[in-house]
């Protein structure tokens, strides 16, 4: 729905730059109208002076309407003033607004040049933790668990936890039953599941449901939903790779894939 202050800039802009409806608006206020009033006056006055000389107060009617008419062609002229004004005060406002336009765009430039220097520098970082993720583990012969374990450690700490205990197999109490959970962080509550090789989708499916099954246990036991769900995945062919994408992406799962500690997105 069209508001007032939309009408009238709409009608301002109309009269600025269409010529025709400049002239039936002054029709439609009656211009044309005192044209027509003035050639009757002066015809009446005419056959007036012609036939009956006599009839001054007629005439003076007709000068006392025609004082009237005077009276709004100026009020008229006034109104056209003001319309002006208030022309030109729009002309100003639409350049002020292109410059704020203006300063918009340089500002979102230059935030797209500090999100492109951003992950510059991000990637940067991850090549440096994989690089160095992988000496530790070549120098140590520490386990894939533990080498994911350690991963989610430096992730959690850029994500800003700065005190973080992540445990390799952690073993929950539910029902009677022992639940092994391959990584495991209390605060913030994060479970992981770790597998060196997935072959097919059978077992893709299986090790999600898996993960997904031990975060509602998890939930129960602690009495809130783990933070972050993870899947780490040493080896798997490409096409199970890319149904592990679809997959985790539709159970909100973190998926880690290679030794490398390589995050697929």
Known sequence: MLTIPSLKEEFLELLERDKEFRYAVIGYLGLDRIERTQTAILEEIKRIWEEIKALREGQNKLWEEANKIWKEVKALRESQEKLWEEVKALRESQHKLWEEVKALREGQEKLWEEVKALRENQGRLWRYVK????????ALGISFEEYIASFLRFMLYELGYTDVKVEVRKYIVYEGKVIEINVFSEDPLVIGEVTLTIRNTDEADREVRKLVERAEIVSKVYGEKPYMKVLAVGNA????????????????VKLIMGREIKEVF
């Open 237 to 252: 062919p490409k096409e199970v790779i890319e149904y592990l994408k679809k997959l985790t992406t539709r159970y909100d």
């Open 131 to 138: 690089s160095g993720f992988e000496g530790i583990r070549e």
